[in-house]
């Protein structure tokens, strides 16, 4: 689907990348690229409305699992949790009653997320537009795999 994205890094952190210029970035497709525990997320210029309900999160939840729902086999469900609104679906606690949520099938993320990085750990940082700076940072990570997407339910911390 997408042609191979560059990013240069600098560390834990995105110097370049030629991801804005890219079909993905035109048509609205992010792109998540995960380097030591980071989990940073490229989102272009014609989405930057999700960067209001992204910076009102405490932490993200990422889910690994089949989402049929956008036709994928593998696929990743980042769920940004608010802890001031919570609701209950078929007995258990979701995150909130409408969480924000982005869904991607394994194509659009670099390298995926693997088993050893199940469970609290890591960074969150949003790029949008450009490299110069983070449009968002979240310090709570935490990644599982589920047999089905979506997901939307809680952790414990």
Not at 71 to 76: R, T
Not at 117 to 134: H, I, L, M, R
Not at 147 to 155: A, I, M, Q, S, W
């Amino acid at each position: 689907m997408n042609p191979i994205i560059k990013i240069e890094n600098d560390g834990q952190k995105i110097k370049a990348t030629d991801f804005w210029e890219s079909e993905s970035a035109k048509n609205g497709i992010c792109f998540l690229s995960v380097i030591n525990g980071v989990y940073r997320l490229l989102i272009p210029k014609n989405r930057s409305e999700w960067l209001r309900e992204i910076k009102k999160a405490q932490a993200v939840i990422i889910s690994r699992g089949v989402a049929p729902h956008i036709g994928k086999q593998d696929a990743l469900e980042l769920m940004f949790e608010q802890k001031s609104r919570k609701g209950k679906v078929s007995g258990q606690t979701l995150a909130y009653d409408s969480p924000f949520s982005i869904f991607m099938g394994a194509e659009q993320c670099d390298p995926m997320p693997s088993a050893p990085d199940q469970g609290w750990n890591g960074s969150f940082v949003a790029y949008c537009g450009t490299t110069e700076k983070p449009a968002a940072t979240i310090d709570k990570v935490y990644y599982r795999r589920v047999e089905k997407l979506p997901c939307l339910l809680k952790v414990a911390e």
